[in-house]
C-alpha cells in the first residue's frame, strides 16, 4: 500500500523537507496560502488548529498522504511566531534569553479516509550575550524562524532541555513516524 501513496508536504520550510526525508523517501512540495491567525490560549490547540487551516487550504487528492506543519515558542504566556524584522527577532531572543521556554509544533496528517492531528513540545535554554544576540540576528537566519532562532544555527547557543531536537527545528519526526505507523501508511 504504501508504494500507492504519494506524500505531500504543504510546507515553505526547508527544515521541514529535511526532517520529512528521515520519514519516508519520496514526496512532493506544495506551499499553500491560508489565513494562519489563532486566538487559542492553549499553544497546543493554537499549533494544531494553524496546522489544521493549511490542511483544508490544500485541494487533496485521492491516494495523497498531505502532511502540514506549524511551529510557534511559548514563553511566560506570550506566543512568538517569526520576527518582522530585527528590532523584533532581538527582542524575542532578549525575552527567551537564560529562561527555558516550550516550542510547539502542531502536525495535521491527512488522507481522502482519515485526520489525524497532533501537537508535540520541547523545551530549550538560551543563553547568549547581547553581542552575540546581535552579531546572530545580523546574519538574517533568525527572520524566518518561530522565536527568532534556530537551535542548529552554529551562532545560536540553544540547549535542548527535553523533548525531541526535531520537534524544535520543525517537525517532530519520532511523533510522525508513529502517528504514519498506526494509519499504517
Known amino acids: 500500500m504504501k508504494s500507492e501513496l504519494?506524500?505531500?508536504l504543504a510546507s515553505g520550510s526547508p527544515r521541514r523537507r529535511q526532517l520529512l526525508g528521515e520519514v519516508v523517501e519520496e514526496f512532493e512540495v506544495v506551499k499553500v496560502d491560508a489565513d494562519e491567525t489563532c486566538l487559542l490560549p492553549s499553544p497546543a490547540q493554537r499549533v494544531m488548529y494553524t496546522a489544521g487551516i493549511k490542511a483544508e487550504a490544500y485541494p487533496q487528492q485521492m491516494g495523497q498522504v498531505l502532511l502540514t506543519a506549524d511551529t510557534i515558542v511559548y514563553c511566560q504566556g506570550r506566543f512568538l511566531g517569526k520576527?518582522?524584522?530585527?528590532?523584533e527577532a532581538k527582542a524575542m531572543l532578549a525575552l527567551l534569553n537564560?529562561?527555558?521556554h516550550s516550542v510547539w509544533t502542531g502536525v495535521c496528517v491527512k488522507t481522502a479516509e482519515w485526520l489525524d492531528y497532533f501537537a508535540a513540545e520541547s523545551k530549550v535554554l538560551i543563553d547568549m550575550t547581547e553581542r552575540e544576540i546581535d552579531d546572530y540576528v545580523a546574519t538574517g537566519s533568525p527572520l524566518d524562524k518561530a522565536g527568532a532562532y534556530g537551535i542548529q544555527d552554529d551562532l545560536c547557543k540553544a540547549t535542548l532541555v527535553e523533548g525531541e531536537l526535531s520537534n524544535v527545528i520543525g517537525l517532530p519526526v519520532g511523533r510522525l513516524k508513529e502517528v504514519l505507523g498506526t494509519h499504517r501508511v
Not at 520576527?83 to 528590532?87: A, I, M, R, S
Open 6 to 8: 504519494t506524500y505531500v
Open 83 to 87: 520576527p518582522k524584522g530585527e528590532e
Open 98 to 100: 537564560h529562561k527555558v
